[in-house]
């Protein structure tokens, strides 16, 4: 019987939990009751990543962020994350990050005390590419408690896509990390879990706009099909769905309702805010996703 995503989600918050460990591939597979090549075969088809990868990319994340909110030196900080020597660490973190341990910590210094954006990293990183991924059926009816908030402005940065419905999960996990990395690499400070904008959802098609909001527009060229926006200030519908990803569609219906009650309608595109990463939470009933729905007087 294959290994599902479920299967290795406590595997996964195991090492988000232990970033510092360096955990070999035959550990982790006896912790998951398989064979070495077994687990590493399930564990890439599922995580996108090797578990060397993925161990690694948590490493490299949290020396990023000890060398911009600690005095800790390159080699104190390369052995509190798990690496053996200062010339290994910096050629891994160079090769990850564009730029040596040192300079790195040069060009980012305005986020040394910005605990908002590190929070937010270390929460999003461990599993930036399973957002959306579906696991179990909703079991229960869930009744949501939708409110009116104000929408503040903010800056969306973020990655197009458009696929078929069952290819949400597989389409959003490389355009969230491909926005996560650039941010990352070039110290723009985050101001949002994974957000992903559904911007046209047609009965056979969507189109995504998938990113993180950022404190301001980033001053440098965007590679990589990377876009900004400016989302305007406004009024939304606000709800919070606890849960697995398989029950969202339930929580859009409620949220659709809602707006005809109200007289209210979509003033823009209906928004997911992945607020629990499951790299951290294995248990998917505890998984949160904010709702949100720009909305206005109906006509």
Not at 129 to 156: A, C, K, S, W
Not at 236 to 262: N, P, R
Request: glycine share 8%; hydrophobic share 40%.
């Amino acid at each position: 019987m294959s290994s599902t995503l479920a299967d290795l989600l406590p595997t996964l918050a195991m090492i988000a939990g232990d970033r510092e460990t360096r955990h070999s591939l035959a550990a982790l597979a006896r912790g998951a009751g398989q064979s070495p090549s077994t687990f590493q075969r399930a564990f890439s088809r599922l995580v996108g990543e090797s578990p060397k990868q993925y161990t690694r990319r948590l490493q490299l994340e949290s020396a990023a962020l000890a060398l911009l909110t600690s005095a800790d030196s390159v080699l104190e900080v390369a052995l509190a994350a798990g690496f053996d020597s200062h010339e290994g660490f910096t050629r891994a973190f160079a090769g990850h990050f564009g730029a040596p341990p040192k300079d790195f910590r040069a060009q980012h210094q305005h986020l040394a005390t910005d605990r908002r954006n590190a929070d937010l990293i270390r929460h999003t990183g461990p599993c930036i590419g399973l957002f959306r991924t579906p696991l179990d059926p909703q079991e229960l009816p869930v009744n949501y408690d939708i409110t009116r908030q104000p929408l503040p402005e903010t800056t969306f940065l973020y990655k197009r896509g458009r696929c078929p419905h069952a290819a949400i999960a597989d389409t959003l996990g490389p355009l969230l990390g491909t926005v996560f990395g650039f941010a990352m690499t070039n110290g723009l400070a985050l101001r949002s879990p994974p957000t992903t904008l559904y911007v046209e959802w047609g009965p056979g098609m969507v189109t995504m706009h998938a990113g993180l909001m950022v404190a301001s527009a980033p001053t440098i060229a965007l590679p990589d099909g990377i876009q900004v926006a400016t989302l305007p200030a406004g009024e939304g519908a606000v709800t919070i769905h606890t849960g697995s990803y398989d029950g969202l569609a339930d929580a859009h219906a409620a949220m659709d309702q809602f707006l005809d009650e109200q007289g209210l309608a979509k003033a823009g595109a209906a928004r997911e805010v992945y607020v629990t990463d499951p790299g951290e939470v294995p248990d998917p009933a505890q998984w949160k996703t904010q709702i949100v729905w720009p909305v206005r007087a109906a006509t």
